[in-house]
């Protein structure tokens, strides 16, 4: 099938959802799931394909998370920008099998609403701690600690974000932030040059851009 067609296009997401599904069964150590929940997830994500806009994260790029999440047992995650819940119900769906918890945050009302019905509808309501208010605010004041980051908020604040809660990052854990290349997210309000060379400067880090072309940048604090 020609990889650009609108066929293919549609069925690449269940195709990763698919796989995805594959991955959580195959990862050791998972926990105990509520009956069903992985064909109720899946569903959910099919039935969204086309529905991600507003400043949600394309399919390839929940999928990476949720890999991220199995292959490290991670279960203390915090997601800086919920929308209306597409990279949200990836990290919460990865976090059902490692018995983990979410907590997200987003300023806008609609989104934030709109994002507590997607997560009811996909059954991970339960795993996850969404919270409507300024990121700017609560994101310092939360105790931790976190063994998995996504930040996907205004870029301009990305510096601030990752100084606020690299502290609370466990060694091991792993700090990902969305749209670093093409000129998106890459200037901050931290001091002068880019956001992706604050990352890659940091001893404490170990760096890496995912190519999908929306520059996924992944860090994992060092362990020594």
């Known amino acids: 099938m020609n990889p650009t067609s609108r066929g293919w296009r549609r069925l690449f ?3 990763l959802v698919l796989a995805a599904i594959l991955a959580g069964r195959a990862s050791a150590g998972a926990v105990r799931q509520a009956p ?7 569903a959910f994500l099919e039935s969204h394909d086309w529905g991600w806009g507003n400043m949600n994260v394309p399919a390839v790029d929940g999928r990476t998370l949720y890999e991220i999440i199995l292959k490290n047992k991670y279960t203390r995650a915090l997601e800086i920008g919920t929308s209306t819940g597409h990279s949200g119900t990836w990290i919460a769906w990865a976090l059902s099998k490692t018995g983990g918890k979410l907590i997200t945050i987003d300023i806008d009302e609609t989104r934030h609403r709109e994002a507590l019905e997607n997560f009811k ?3 991970l309501s339960s795993i996850i701690d969404a919270r409507l208010g300024d990121a700017h605010e609560i ?4 105790p931790g600690p976190f063994d998995f980051v996504f930040s996907d908020a205004d870029k301009d604040w990305y510096p601030n974000y990752l ?3 690299l502290p609370k990052l466990l060694p091991g854990g792993c700090y990902a932030t969305h749209n670093v290349s093409a000129g998106r997210g890459r200037r901050g309000s931290g001091g002068g040059g880019s956001y992706l060379e604050l990352l890659l400067g940091l001893p404490e880090l170990t760096t890496t851009v995912e190519g999908n072309g929306n520059g996924l940048a992944i860090s994992y604090k060092k362990k020594n």
């Open 13 to 15: 997401p269940r195709l």
């Open 36 to 42: 069903g929940l992985d064909a109720r997830v899946q």
């Open 121 to 123: 509808a996909a059954g």
């Open 139 to 142: 994101v310092p004041s939360l």
């Open 163 to 165: 100084k606020a809660v």
